[in-house]
């Protein structure tokens, strides 16, 4: 089970992928090169840092997550592939920068956080777990279980209201977040990092 840092454990996957790329590339594979680079992957937690989800795929009904959709990613899909760990992606696109479109967008949010906390409290709590923090992946990975992790990748959710912000990570969690505000003059969208702590 790795011990090291999360950056050198990214540098470590990089490397990996590198060399079965390489591998790939040359228009055969070295056996050596490709049993090196699979040990490395064996070794480390392999982590997708960017999985869209549609929370209709979220529920007790079938076909649902944990099973094998035509999705890019699903848990059959996940143990199959030695994919340990997702940032589900909390992504709702550009809307209108109102009271209706902040609370549209907030809404679209709060349903993708229950959809994952759907698949890992309720329809497969044995094969997938949320890591609040960064060393919960590690412990999550060695107990043999998947990792999910959300990202929170669009900043009308919180741009609406701090205590908006504050809700989207309420289950088991606080919310810390920094925004800077559209500009009418410069038309820029806002940009605004959140992140969720126990």
């Not at 409290?121 to 919960?136: C, G, H, S, V």
């Not at 701090?162 to 289950?171: D, I, Y």
Request: net charge positive; charged share 25%.
């Amino acid at each position: 089970m790795w011990k090291g840092s999360v950056t050198t454990l990214a540098r470590v996957a990089v490397l990996a992928s590198l060399a079965i790329a390489s591998a790939g590339a040359q228009g055969g594979t070295d056996p050596a090169l490709e049993a090196k680079a699979r040990a490395i992957h064996d070794r480390v937690i392999a982590l997708d840092t960017h999985v869209d989800i549609d929370p209709r795929n979220f529920t007790s009904q079938h076909p649902n997550y944990t099973d094998r959709l035509s999705t890019q990613v699903n848990l059959p899909k996940m143990l199959e592939g030695g994919l340990d760990a997702v940032f589900f992606s909390i992504y709702v696109g550009q809307g209108p920068l109102t009271p209706e479109g902040f609370k549209s967008a907030y809404d679209a949010d709060m349903e993708k956080f229950a959809a994952v906390h759907t698949l890992a409290e309720q329809l497969a709590p044995d094969k997938i777990e949320i890591a609040y923090r960064a060393d919960d992946i590690a412990k999550i990975s060695a107990k043999g279980k998947k990792v999910a992790l959300m990202g929170v990748e669009t900043s009308r959710t919180s741009r609406s209201s701090m205590s908006g912000g504050r809700a989207t990570c309420r289950s088991r969690t606080t919310a810390t977040a920094r925004c800077r505000t559209r500009t009418p003059a410069s038309g820029t969208a806002c940009g605004c990092t959140m992140g969720c702590r126990r």
